[in-house]
């Protein structure tokens, strides 16, 4: 014959702290190995060319102009849009290496006197190296 004592057996539970703890460790990981695509906040329309370009530029300058004419350097936007202010905005940016890349990313809809007041800025700094950023040809 069975005596009960009187106790309650004990009911299983699920601890939640070490669950949490887990969990808490993925995001954190997902977080810092993310890689974050870097692309610019305008929307631009490039221009379009048939040639291919194989160049790897490594870290290039960017200079954005967009369909106003407003330039930017970088994610830094050039409140004036004279030859002096932009120069003096790209070598506050770029300091004095001379030889980086400079990539040129105009709008197709941008005017034609602020790309050639931006490539006239970059040419009187001394820089060299510039690529006009464009997109392939739409095949029909």
Do not use: W, Y
Request: net charge negative; aromatic share 4%; glycine share 6%.
């Amino acid at each position: 014959m069975r005596l009960s004592s009187g106790k309650v057996p004990d009911e299983p539970e699920i601890n939640l702290v070490s669950l949490i703890d887990v969990v808490f460790c993925l995001i954190i990981f997902l977080v810092v190995t993310t890689t974050f695509d870097h692309r610019s906040a305008l929307k631009l329309v490039l221009p379009e060319s048939q040639a291919v370009s194989d160049a790897d530029p490594g870290d290039p300058l960017t200079v954005l102009v967009d369909a106003e004419g407003r330039f930017f350097i970088g994610n830094n936007e050039v409140l004036k849009r004279d030859v002096g202010s932009l120069k003096e905005a790209i070598a506050r940016v770029a300091g004095d290496d001379r030889t980086r890349p400079v990539v040129l990313r105009a709008d197709a809809r941008t005017p034609h006197q602020s790309v050639v007041t931006a490539m006239d800025a970059l040419g009187q700094l001394g820089f060299t190296r510039l690529s006009i950023a464009t997109t392939p040809e739409a095949k029909p």
